[in-house]
């Protein structure tokens, strides 16, 4: 039998590449090739590769409990996790829940929100997603992601949701205005607004500023609607801040999170969400409980890597990484601007632009031949289409981004 890899055109023999080991920001292939992970191996990992720390809790908990079923049952790793998280996130969020990827916490997110009405004897059917959003690949997540090639097939099959435009810079008003039009129209059958905030990912790393998300939740409080941010990539420091949601001044009413949420080691979400929403779930009726579980919810040795983690980040100042990789890349943006590059932007540990070439879709050649030339080079980027973009784990060191942006540049001259 074969592998069918994910994202993965095998009609065009792309090569696979055999991993052996990894640590810090770099991967060693078979043959012993070092390859820096400028992309944190797909957003998940922000410590550096096999950080000995969650290492070890991961090999103790392995010793001591495997999966246990989660409905009438709990242990020490979870309720640690829950504790753990509490410190880091306002007094408003009171409950967590388990489940084990990003569009999984997704998925729980939305029907959370929804049920929340319906508990309330409220038809709140209808959800809200942004222009180009990403948020997972399961159909709750697809359907409230933007619609594209990567799910064509399947549109039929997917729910309806109200679209805001996305706020491009200059035309934020449009975006907040297009929301208040939706609300005074059918506000009462909104249930949530999902966001991704001040980045969006998957979509082109596009950016747009925190007050966006103050006006529309304040909008969002005066129609009852449910203000849920996915976070899962935001989350644990990409954007300079612990969670995206600290540089705004609300507090959404759920947050997803998931790749960060273990350093990178192994799978584990959570969606975390008021005491608002968890009491209208509470009654001594059967039929008012959240109906959802994953099999594998709150895996004990997940739990104790994300509690691992979640301690290396009350012990050391993690931040102050981000900050070292983003004062360099201010150090870079003149150097890409001369280099003809369009939009290059930065926020926190992401460093992005659009190389002035081709079209601009996910399936345009330019992003597949900078792969390979980036790859070729020891340096592993995924362009989506033509926008480039960096987000290494935090460990990584000055010699290392150097050699991304030298490679970066001669990719530009060479490539393109
Ligand atoms: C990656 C991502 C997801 C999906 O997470 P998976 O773990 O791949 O299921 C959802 N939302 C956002 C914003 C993401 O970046």
């Not at 109200?162 to 939706?182: F, S």
């Not at 995924?382 to 460990?395: E, F, H, K």
């Not at 000055?398 to 530009?412: A, H, P, T, W, Y």
């Amino acid at each position: 039998m074969e592998i069918w890899h994910p994202f993965t055109q095998h009609g065009l023999n792309e090569p696979i590449i055999e991993i052996e080991t990894s640590n810090d920001e770099f991967l060693i292939t078979k043959s012993g090739e070092k390859i820096i992970d400028g992309i944190s191996s797909w957003w998940v990992n922000t410590l550096g590769h096999k950080h000995p720390y969650i290492a070890d809790a991961i090999k103790k908990e392995a010793e001591k409990l495997h999966q246990i079923i989660f409905a009438g049952f709990t242990h020490k790793p979870a309720l640690d996790v829950a504790e753990r998280l509490g410190k880091f996130l306002p007094d408003n969020f009171s409950h967590v829940f388990f489940s084990d990827s990003g569009s999984t916490s997704v998925e729980v997110a939305l029907k959370m929100a929804v049920g929340y009405h319906y508990n309330k004897g409220e038809n709140r059917p209808i959800v809200v997603a942004m222009e180009h959003s990403y948020h997972g690949d399961t159909f709750g997540g697809m359907s409230s992601g933007a619609r594209s090639v990567f799910n064509e097939p399947y549109t039929k099959m997917l729910f309806e949701v109200e679209r805001i435009p996305y706020p491009a810079p200059g035309k934020e008003k449009e975006t907040i205005k297009h929301y208040k039009n939706l609300l005074e129209a059918k506000g009462d059958k909104i249930g949530a607004i999902i966001l991704e905030p001040l980045v969006l990912g998957s979509g082109g790393m596009f950016f747009y500023p925190p007050y966006i998300i103050d006006e529309l939740y304040k909008l969002s409080k005066e129609h009852g609607v449910i203000f849920a941010l996915d976070e899962v990539m935001t989350g644990f420091g990409r954007t300079g801040t612990m969670f995206a949601f600290n540089q705004t001044n609300i507090i959404p009413d759920i947050i997803c999170l998931s790749k960060g949420l273990t350093g990178g080691s192994i799978p584990l979400a959570a969606t975390v969400c008021t005491k608002e929403i968890y009491n209208a779930y509470l009654s001594k009726d059967k039929a008012k409980m959240f109906f959802h579980s994953s099999s594998y919810t709150a895996n004990p040795i997940a739990c104790a890597a994300a509690c691992a983690n979640l301690e290396i980040w009350q012990e050391k100042d993690v931040l102050a990484d981000v900050k070292r990789i983003n004062e360099f890349y201010q150090t870079q943006i003149e150097r890409f601007k001369n280099l003809g590059c369009k939009n290059v932007r930065i926020l926190g540990d992401i460093f992005a632009y659009e190389v002035a070439h081709a079209g601009n879709d996910y399936v345009s050649n330019t992003g597949v031949k900078l792969y390979e030339y980036y790859r070729k080079n020891g340096v592993l980027l995924r362009p989506l289409g033509n926008t480039v973009y960096v987000m290494p784990p935090y460990c990584i060191k000055e010699e290392s981004l150097n050699k991304i942006f030298d490679v970066m540049e001669k990719g530009i001259k060479e490539v393109l």
